[in-house]
């Protein structure tokens, strides 16, 4: 266990003491080929061969400077967790020695099999071939003495196999179309619009030793058993309290570690479920914000070893307590310093404000299900809608001024005032005066509004963010694309604007809902609005499919039809293998370690039957509790052999993706739903001694 100082943390000097940053380069590179690669970062100019030779040198000499001995590409392939492949620096000579060398050739490109990863049907197995291609705008770093190189990853004829490529490309049809809406309504200053996130990641921590002890866990990173324990997040004394000794310790070294990665970890705090907390970092360009919170979830982990802890990043890993989402906070910003979602003091004269606002708010609402199927994993199912984070309805909170403000518009056609949070008064001397916000916040909106930003609520713990950034990035651009197209034809830019703003409020005020999420009437009333409540990821996954999303995605150059539609199968696989582990793992444990202690349990309960009987004679108790456990024994057997067949009835319906994931939800996720209830009714009756299980007493108070 670390005995981390933390008054010998020296956090300026530590943050991104382990980057290849922008300081770095501006000191070891010479200023003509910084200056180019500045360009390439920032520009998007293609980038020199002798510019890469130069910089792959001095990346190499900074690098093993650090401790390296190796070089990766690090990418992000669609299995929803980082690769990488380590070559040493190490070139032998003649004389029997070697030496250093990295190249220009080494840093671009890397030639990883593609034939291991998720192609959806791109690449048989036997084309193995695949490219890595250097991704200069997110800084290499040294860990675990190795550089680390961020890459994006394509098949050998050129589609994209991974999560950063749509990302990135994503980023520049945004860029395109914001700029032609800016210049057309007269903003001279900006040259670059970039989109900014900030991801808020929860996570749980437990004992090793317990985890240990848990196969469910080991093996599918939720628990499939647990009755619920006497105490829970009832009392909700965990949010925002003290922080454990030990818990404060993980934390401080786990900040460290990312600090010296360049990750602005910024707040940390106890979340609502016991054994929850959360991290969040300052925001940062997309791209970097994407590769930095695999990063963060990767530490997080390894981290958490070295104090004799388990972190969880899985959506639900306890039943009947909170889950684990991923706030992921989405803003667009310039080069010359705005922020397109910041509404200033007088937001209702705020055109520039107004516009980007609608663009965003149409897009949600024409693309809501491939935002949904952006949030869609096994693990999101059990955790949307479970009033403990949004529910599969895609709506906007935007909060009483600019509500107020969009009513004026669609009533008049123009706004004539905002309202103001003005102050709030805590009625004693000793206490300010606070400032309020111009409006609340809303904790069950899936998309809100919160100040000069929006929050992307439903995105699971352990997703990548690149989806639903690829995603909402694209569906936007596409809305200032119409908005473009219609402005450029404009005889009167003001008024097209104006008809514009208007226009969208009244066909798309359905989306917008400031109420409580939660709520079943909110379910009733989204249905009459005509909003689509997707529950499931295997209905979710059918968005992808659909024309008009591939249209889009196409028409931006960010997936083309092909790879759209190898996306849609690589998602159905992924529920469809999930779901057939956790099936699998749930019959080991029931068949191999519930069953026999509970067949103890009953046969130790019998002879102490009979020794009771023959010295009282009154065992009616005894025999009470012997029957409830060998009834609900019985059902548990039965209801195992019903898993064991749905588990063969799905897995044999090869060649339709699609119908097999539906099978696996259908049959083999409501058998493990019956062979659960039958466990966790026994684990409340049964002796505790006899349970080989930790229970969730154990795993959730025992940190």
């Not at 959806?120 to 193995?128: I, K, M, P, Q, V």
């Not at 518009?409 to 706004?415: H, L, M, P, T, V």
């Not at 000069?452 to 909402?472: D, H, P």
């Amino acid at each position: 266990m670390s005995n981390t100082d933390t008054t010998s943390i020296n956090m300026a000097e530590i943050f991104g003491s382990n980057v290849f940053n922008d300081s770095v380069m501006r000191t070891v590179l010479p200023k003509a080929i910084y200056k180019s690669l500045r360009k390439t970062i920032e520009d998007g100019i293609s980038l020199d061969a002798q510019v890469a030779e130069v910089v792959a040198s001095a990346m190499k000499d900074w690098a093993i400077a650090k401790g390296a001995t190796h070089f990766t590409h690090w990418f992000q392939p669609m299995t929803g967790v980082t690769a990488e492949k380590h070559d040493s620096f190490i070139s032998p000579t003649p004389d029997g020695r070697v030496i250093l060398e990295f190249s220009g050739k080494e840093l671009i490109k890397g030639e990883p099999d593609a034939s291991s990863f998720p192609s959806g049907g791109l690449r048989a197995t036997f084309e193995a071939r695949g490219y890595t291609a250097w991704d200069c705008t997110s800084p290499a770093f040294v860990k675990d003495g190795s550089l680390f190189i961020p890459t994006a990853f394509a098949s050998y004829t050129g589609e994209a196999l991974d999560k950063k490529t749509p990302l990135l490309r994503s980023m520049d049809a945004i860029n395109r179309q914001a700029m032609r809406v800016l210049k057309l309504i007269g903003n001279t200053s900006t040259s670059r619009v970039v989109t900014t996130v900030g991801p808020e990641q929860e996570y749980f921590l437990i004992d090793q030793k317990l985890f240990e002890e848990r196969k469910d866990l080991i093996l599918t990173g939720r628990t499939l058993f647990g009755a619920k324990p006497p105490k829970g997040q009832d009392l909700e004394d965990h949010y925002f309290g003290q922080i454990k000794d030990r818990i404060a310790a993980y934390m401080t070294d786990l900040d460290i570690e990312l600090w010296k990665l360049g990750v602005s970890a910024k707040t940390k705090h106890n979340e609502v479920a016991p054994a929850q907390h959360e991290l969040a970092p300052i925001f940062t360009t997309t791209n970097i914000a994407t590769d930095h919170n695999q990063l963060t979830m990767e530490t997080m982990k390894k981290v958490a070893l070295r104090h004799g802890l388990v972190c969880l990043l899985h959506e639900k890993p306890f039943a009947g307590v909170n889950g684990s989402g991923k706030h992921n906070n989405w803003s667009m910003g310039t080069d010359d310093g705005q922020n397109l979602l910041e509404p200033g003091k007088t937001p209702h004269d705020n055109t520039q404000f107004l516009l980007i606002l609608s663009a965003v708010i149409r897009a949600v609402d024409v693309y809501a299900d491939l935002l949904r199927v952006s949030a869609a994993s096994p693990g999101n199912d059990h955790r949307l809608g479970a009033n403990e984070a949004p529910p599969a309805i895609i709506s906007i909170f935007l909060g009483d001024q600019l509500t107020d403000i969009l009513e004026q518009i669609e009533k008049s056609g123009n706004a004539l005032t905002s309202k103001s949070g003005g102050f709030l008064e805590l009625g004693t001397a000793s206490l300010p005066s606070l400032p309020k916000d111009s409006t609340d916040r809303n904790r069950t909106s899936p998309f809100a509004f919160t100040g000069n930003k929006f929050e992307f609520r439903m995105v699971g713990s352990s997703q990548s963010i690149a989806q639903c950034n690829f995603t909402l990035n694209t569906a936007v651009a596409e809305i200032l694309c119409e908005i473009a197209d219609r402005l450029e034809k404009a005889s009167d830019i003001d008024a097209e604007i104006s008809a514009i703003i208007l226009e969208i409020i009244k066909n798309h005020k359905r989306v917008i809902f400031n109420g409580n999420g939660y709520s079943s009437e909110w379910v009733e009333e989204a249905a009459r609005r005509g909003l689509p409540n997707i529950t499931t990821t295997v209905d979710a996954i059918a968005a992808i499919n659909a024309e008009k999303n591939k249209a889009l995605m196409a028409k931006h150059g960010v997936l083309s039809y092909i790879e759209m539609e190898s996306r849609t199968e690589i998602q159905y696989e992924i529920y469809t293998k999930t779901i057939n582990i956790e099936g699998l793992t749930a019959v080991e444990i029931a068949k191999r370690q519930i069953l026999p202690a509970v067949i103890n349990y009953k046969a130790d309960l019998a002879s102490s039957i009979g020794a009771i009987e023959s010295i009282d004679g009154d065992v009616s108790v005894e025999k009470e509790l012997f029957s409830k456990v060998n009834i609900s024994m019985k059902s548990l057997s039965a209801n195992i052999a019903k898993l064991e067949k749905a588990i063969d009835t799905a897995a044999n319906l090869h060649g339709d993706t699609k119908a097999q994931a539906e099978a696996y939800r259908d049959l083999v996720f409501k058998a493990m739903g019956e062979v659960r209830a039958d466990a966790d009714l026994l684990e409340t009756i049964v002796d505790a001694d006899y349970w080989p299980l930790p229970t969730y007493s154990d795993l959730l108070f025992k940190v």
